[in-house]
T-cell receptor, first 117, second 113 residues
Framework: GAVVSQHPSWVICKSGTSVKIECRSL??????MFWYRQFPKQSLMLMAT?????????EQGVEKDKFLINHASLTLSTLTVTSAHPEDSSFYIC?????????????FGSGTQLSVL | QQQVKQSPQSLIVQKGGISIINCAYE??????FPWYQQFPGKGPALLIA?????SEKKEGRFTISFNKSAKQFSLHIMDSQPGDSATYFC????????????FGTGTRLTIIP
């Protein structure tokens, strides 16, 4: 199947610093990518929809100034957690949409575990 | 109306048995129903998916049963193996104009020898 690469797989940072997470579709072009957040033993919560060449669409309750999303190319979307605080510690996962004729599938990255000290 | 309810929260099945996970939805506009498998520390991987124009889809040991009138769908894992131990999420989305997936709450499946 299609491959979505997410980097880094884990990161530890100090409170107040910013962290950038990359999501790449390796063997297909993705005009749409999605960013999720997952707390331990819980489901995935959609944070935002990232569209290539345009502004991201954020879900209700997600601060767009804190979680900056950039989708500058058809294979790369980035999520920057600005001025991170301990409550931002979580597992962040991206997914990329693959369109093939009438079919579409979402492929997920392997996730990034963020720990803010 | 956007919720997808999933049960059970956890499930223990003996090796070789059948694992069954159920999901129910409210939004009749949903028309795409995938199941994802997630191992600890990893992102979800698409397992199998169904659209409402069929009542069942089978891929290897995995089968989705879909009941449109009841707005329910389920995942059956035949001949369950220890390697199937993972968390399983059902999801739903509207294909046209909105590809956002709404996930169920997850089922932690443990296959015991």
């Amino acid at each position: 199947g299609a491959v979505v690469s997410q980097h880094p797989s884990w990161v530890i940072c100090k409170s107040g610093t910013s962290v950038k997470i990359e999501c790449r579709s390796l063997d297909f072009q993705a005009t749409t990518m999605f960013w999720y957040r997952q707390f331990p033993k819980q489901s995935l919560m959609l944070m935002a929809t990232s569209n290539e060449g345009s502004k991201a669409t954020y879900e209700q309750g997600v601060e767009k100034d804190k979680f900056l999303i950039n989708h500058a190319s058809l294979t790369l979307s980035t999520l920057t957690v600005t001025s991170a605080h301990p409550e931002d510690s979580s597992f962040y996962i991206c997914s990329a949409r693959l369109l093939s004729g009438r079919n579409e599938k979402l492929f997920f990255g392997s996730g990034t575990q963020l720990s803010v000290l | 109306q956007q919720q997808v309810k999933q049960s059970p929260q956890s499930l223990i099945v003996q090796k070789g048995g059948i694992s069954i996970i159920n999901c129910a939805y409210e939004n009749t506009a949903f028309d795409y129903f995938p199941w994802y498998q997630q191992f600890p520390g990893k992102g979800p991987a698409l397992l199998i998916a169904i659209r409402p124009d069929v009542s069942e889809k089978k891929e290897g040991r995995f089968t989705i049963s879909f009941n449109k009138s009841a707005k329910q769908f389920s995942l059956h894992i035949m001949d369950s193996q220890p390697g199937d131990s993972a968390t399983y999420f059902c999801a739903a989305s509207m294909r046209v104009g909105n590809e956002k997936l709404t996930f169920g709450t997850g089922t932690r499946l443990t296959i015991i020898p």
